[in-house]
């Protein structure tokens, strides 16, 4: 099998493990309900061999659960819009710069949370320390992603929030299909590992170690499944 890579990202890593070869799986653009178990059996079972690994964007896995938000309904607040102006926007795009996302926030964690979170984020960002804003408030404000209509124009007026029962989703994907996956939040600043099927032996360090460079791109790629196999 000739393994095809995104544009930047080799085709072949090595690590102190040995050399991985990663394979990047196309597929069609994935919109809101598309059955989750019915990708990995159309575009990742009939290339899937014993021994591989599978990572999975944690876009894909959200969108297929319907876990998204939409523009309309939240309603931005002057808080929401006055905090947004202080937050420094990254490579990986603007995060809670957004006023919408920081809504999404205030939303979820409410406004005290939010205020705290924020006074934190300033003194220790005089400290040169970064990332406590979302650190304080969690997964679910840290992993939201869209409302960002650039790269992708249907994620304009979208949130994705992370997926829900991530561990879960990956043991019912390998009890239907046999295949190995975990669930990844990888950007421009880095790689979380978000869920795992309880058959992967491998340490969480070698799992994010081998998406690290987000091999599945940032843009319009389509290519939400990393196969990963070792040589």
């Excluded at 102006?85 to 996302?101: D, F, N, S, W, Y």
């Excluded at 999404?104 to 949370?113: L, M, N, V, Y």
């Excluded at 421009?188 to 070698?206: K, M």
Aim: proline share 6%.
């Amino acid at each position: 099998m000739e393994f095809y890579h995104n544009p930047g990202k080799p085709a072949v890593i090595e690590l102190a493990e040995g050399r991985f070869a990663r394979h990047a799986i196309r597929t069609p653009f994935v919109k809101v309900g598309t059955d989750y178990l019915e990708l990995f059996r159309r575009y990742v079972l009939p290339l899937y061999q014993s021994g591989d690994l599978v990572a999975v964007s944690e876009k894909v896995a959200a969108l297929c659960q319907g876990r998204v938000v939409r523009r309309s309904d939240l309603r931005v607040g002057l808080l929401a819009r006055l905090l947004a102006r202080c937050v420094h926007q990254t490579e990986a795009g603007p995060g809670m710069g957004l006023p919408i996302k920081m809504q999404f926030a205030i939303d979820q964690c409410g406004r005290g949370r939010v205020l705290w979170a924020a006074v934190r984020a300033g003194l220790d960002k005089l400290r040169g320390v970064h990332g406590t804003f979302y650190e304080l408030l969690g997964p679910e404000v840290r992993g939201l992603d869209g409302f960002y209509g650039r790269d992708i124009p249907e994620y304009a007026d979208m949130g994705i929030r992370i997926p829900a029962e991530p561990d879960r989703l990956c043991d019912q994907v390998c009890a239907a299909t046999g295949i190995k996956s975990f669930i990844v939040d990888a950007n421009a600043l880095g790689v979380e590992l978000l869920g795992r099927a309880r058959s992967i032996p491998e340490p969480e360090e070698l799992l994010t170690a081998l998406v690290r460079d987000n091999p599945a791109g940032q843009e319009r790629q389509l290519t939400p499944f990393i196969l990963i196999r070792k040589l």
